[in-house]
């Protein structure tokens, strides 16, 4: 069995909270709203999940640290 389980309902949680906030946000806050923007939440990231690839994970952080602050560094300069 895997070690890691991922709760079958939400594949991706925050984004599933994320869409309904929007959800909510853009249309008025009525219940068929609610439950619309629910159905979606729940429903768009089943779709989306065999889409999805694995989240790189960092070897060095703080090489990427470096690099970010090389990227923000040039854009400063090109900036100006």
């Not at 949680?13 to 939440?41: C, E, N, T």
């Not at 790189?56 to 640290?65: E, F, G, I, Q, T």
């Amino acid at each position: 069995m895997d070690k890691v389980r991922k709760f079958i309902w939400f594949p991706t949680p925050y984004y599933s909270i994320l869409l309904w906030l929007v959800w909510q946000i853009l249309h008025d806050f009525s219940r068929g709203h609610m439950v619309l923007g629910a159905v979606f939440a729940i429903v768009i990231p089943w779709i989306v999940a065999p889409l999805s690839e694995k989240e790189p994970v960092a070897k060095k952080p703080l090489k990427v640290l470096t690099y970010v602050f090389r990227l923000l560094f040039d854009i400063n300069e090109v900036a100006k």
